[in-house]
C-alpha cells in the first residue's frame, strides 16, 4: 500500500481524496494554485505546493509542476479526482515514467478507450446495444454525409469529451456547418483535441449510468444504476439511485451485461458505463468515463462502498474483496449539486445533519468563489429506505442547508424535488426544457 499520494485536483474531488486517505493511514500532497492558496483541501493535506497561477491552463493542467512536487514530497501515487488530467494518458505515462503510480486505469487502456467513438465499436462487439454512429469525422462534408445515412436529427460529439462539453445538437443540414464549428472549438479547448464524432439522438430518453469496479485479477462488480436524466444545457443536476424507470429485471440484466463488458475489455479500475434509456426499456451505450465520477457519492451512500478507497486499493494490485453476490442495493439515495450563480465570498455555511445525510464540500467560512474554475460548491446526499422517504429527507435537507455570500441554486432544486413529475419518477432528459 501506498505511504503517500499527490491528489492533482482542487475542490470537492480533492477534499474527498484526502479524507480518504486518511482513514487509510496514508499521507497526502495537495497542489494549489495562486488562487486555491486558503482553500480547504490545502489546509487538510499533510502538505502542500503551489504549482502556477489561478487560471487552470497554468496550474492544475500543467503537467511538469505537478510531477515536479509528486517527485519532491516523496510521493509514490497521484489521484487525479475527476475533470483535469484524470482522462489524460499522457500525463499517466509520465507518471510511470517517473516511477509514480497513477491511480486509475494504465495510459494504454486510457488511449484506447480515450476516442468515444472507437469505445462505441469495442462495446457492441462485448454485446451491448450502441447507438448508432460513426468513428472520428474528417470535416463537415464527412459529418453531413454521415448525418444524411443516419437521419436527423444527430448529435455532434468530441471524441475526448466529457462534462457535457463539446456536444451539439444538430436538427437538419443546415444547422451542421455552425455546430460542427462550435462542438470542435469546445473540444480544443476544454480538452485539447478538436476531433468529434456524429451519432443518432434518441429521443425522448433517460440518461441511466452504471458504476463498475475492476481489479488486476479479472474481477469485475457493477455497483447499479444511477439516474441523471435532470440536466440542462448537459450538465447534470440531480442524480438518484435506482433509476425509478429501472426494473428489477431490466437492472439485473443490464449490470451483468455491464460486468462481460468490462472484462471484455480487460478494464481495472473505477468506470462508468453511459446509457441511453428509450421508452421501449432498450439501453442504448453511449460512452464509458475511464475515472471518477462526480455523482459517485450517491452509489456509495446506497450500497456502502467507498469508491475512493477501493480505487487507492487497485491501483496498489489489491483485488476486490467483494463479488457481485455481495452487494446489496438496498433503499434510495438522492444527490443535489448545489452550484454558484455567481462570484462572491462566503460568510455563513450551515450544513444538514441527521442519519444519512451528507454533504461534500470544500466551503469554509471566507472561501471566495472565483470565475477560474467550475461553479460547484458541494453535493447533498441523502439515503432512505424508499424513493418517497428520500425525497421527503432531501426536501428537508434543502431547507436546512444555508449558503450566504455566495448566489446558489438551492431554491430551484427544492422546485424540481417538489414538482409532480420528478415525485412520480416519470421524467426524462426534456424535463428542464419543459420548466
Request: charged content about 20%.
Amino acid at each position: 500500500m501506498f505511504s503517500k499520494i499527490l491528489i492533482a485536483n482542487r475542490g470537492e474531488i480533492a477534499v474527498r481524496i484526502i479524507r480518504a486517505c486518511k482513514e487509510m493511514g496514508i499521507a497526502t500532497v495537495a497542489i494549489y494554485s495562486e488562487a486555491d492558496k486558503n482553500a480547504l483541501h490545502v489546509a487538510l493535506a499533510d502538505e502542500s505546493y503551489c504549482i502556477g497561477p489561478a487560471q487552470a491552463g497554468e496550474s492544475y493542467l500543467l503537467e511538469h509542476p505537478i510531477l515536479s512536487a509528486a517527485l519532491l514530497s516523496g510521493a509514490q501515487a497521484i489521484h487525479p479526482g475527476y475533470g483535469f488530467l484524470s482522462e489524460n494518458a499522457r500525463f499517466a505515462k509520465q507518471c510511470r515514467h517517473n516511477g509514480l503510480v497513477f491511480i486509475g486505469p494504465n495510459p494504454e487502456t486510457m488511449e484506447e478507450l480515450s476516442d468515444k467513438a472507437v469505445i462505441k465499436g469495442k462495446m457492441a462487439k462485448a454485446g451491448l446495444r450502441v447507438i448508432p454512429g460513426t468513428e472520428t469525422l474528417t470535416d463537415v462534408q464527412d459529418a453531413l454525409s454521415a448525418a444524411e445515412k443516419i437521419g436527423y436529427p444527430v448529435m455532434l460529439k468530441a471524441c475526448a469529451g466529457g462534462g457535457g462539453r463539446g456536444i451539439r445538437l444538430v436538427r437538419s443540414p443546415e444547422e451542421m456547418e455552425s455546430a460542427y464549428q462550435q462542438s470542435v472549438a469546445e473540444g480544443t479547448a476544454a480538452f485539447g483535441d478538436g476531433s468529434v464524432y456524429l451519432e443518432k439522438y434518441v429521443f425522448p430518453a433517460r440518461h441511466v449510468e452504471l458504476q463498475i469496479m475492476a481489479d488486476e485479477a479479472g474481477n469485475a462488480v457493477c455497483l447499479g444504476e444511477r439516474d441523471c436524466s435532470l440536466q440542462r444545457r448537459n450538465q447534470k443536476l440531480i442524480e438518484e439511485t435506482p433509476s425509478p424507470a429501472v426494473n428489477p429485471e431490466m437492472r439485473s440484466r443490464i449490470m451483468a451485461q455491464a460486468v462481460q463488458a468490462v472484462k471484455a475489455i480487460g478494464y481495472v479500475g473505477a468506470g462508468t458505463l453511459e446509457f441511453l434509456l428509450d421508452r421501449e426499456g432498450n439501453f442504448w451505450f453511449m460512452e464509458m468515463n475511464v475515472r471518477l465520477q462526480v455523482e459517485h457519492s450517491v452509489t456509495e451512500m446506497l450500497c456502502g462502498i467507498d469508491l475512493v478507497k477501493w480505487q487507492i486499493r487497485i491501483a496498489a494490485g489489491i483485488p476486490l474483496s467483494f463479488r457481485q453476490q455481495d452487494i446489496r442495493l438496498e433503499g434510495s439515495a438522492l444527490e443535489c449539486r448545489i452550484t454558484a450563480q455567481s462570484c462572491g465570498k462566503l460568510e455563513m455555511l450551515h450544513v444538514p445533519g441527521g442519519p444519512f445525510v451528507r454533504f461534500d464540500t470544500f466551503l469554509v467560512q471566507g472561501t471566495a468563489m472565483t470565475p477560474y474554475y467550475d461553479s460547484l460548491l458541494g453535493k447533498l446526499i441523502v439515503h432512505a429506505g424508499t424513493r418517497e422517504e428520500a425525497l421527503r429527507k432531501m426536501k428537508a435537507a434543502l431547507c436546512e442547508l444555508v449558503v450566504e455570500g455566495i448566489p446558489t441554486n438551492i431554491e430551484e432544486q427544492l422546485c424540481i424535488i417538489s414538482d409532480e413529475r420528478f415525485m412520480s419518477g416519470n421524467y426524462d432528459l426534456s424535463f428542464m426544457g419543459s420548466r
